[in-house]
């Protein structure tokens, strides 16, 4: 296989695109995502926290007040692992929840503020990372990696983006 120049012409050979350069895009996503996460491990470590608690940080930084099913629905795991992390994570004063008004029998989820530090603090990881990338390839590189990015995405991943884009516009979140 091929690897990776950044001097090739950018889109050559993409009208019919080889399983080599597939492979390639698989695997540069598989590093990519092993070295965010490495990128923000120290500040896991630091604070005693793993990836779970990590992912449920940065859902409910994106889509604060969630019910308790729809951020399981979106991290894809169990009710009893989501439950562990939950637990875990309220000790820590990381969560606050309510009652949601039209069924009182649904918690609506959000960050405290010592889980919004944390939250930040992992982010300023991830966007550093991303900023030093994102100047390397230039603008017309981010909005096609955009574009790729959102090609990949689900019709519900799609939904859960387009939503909290509008719910962004329109104020509901603050930070």
Known sequence: MSGYRPTDEAGAG???LREEQIRLAQT???LAGRDMAEAVSPILEEHGIGR???RV???L???PRIPVS???DILGVTKQSLGRTLGEMQERGYLESESCLRDRRQKLLRLSK???TVEAELFAAAKHRLMGAYREAGGAA???FRRVMWGMLSESSRALVADEGTARKKGRHGA
Request: avoid cysteine.
């Open 61 to 63: 930084a994106f889509s």
């Open 57 to 59: 940080l940065q859902v």
């Open 14 to 16: 993409l009208l019919f």
């Open 70 to 72: 729809r951020l399981q």
């Open 114 to 116: 010592a889980g919004q």
């Open 52 to 54: 779970a608690h990590y």
């Open 142 to 144: 981010v909005e096609g």
């Open 28 to 30: 540069m996503m598989f």
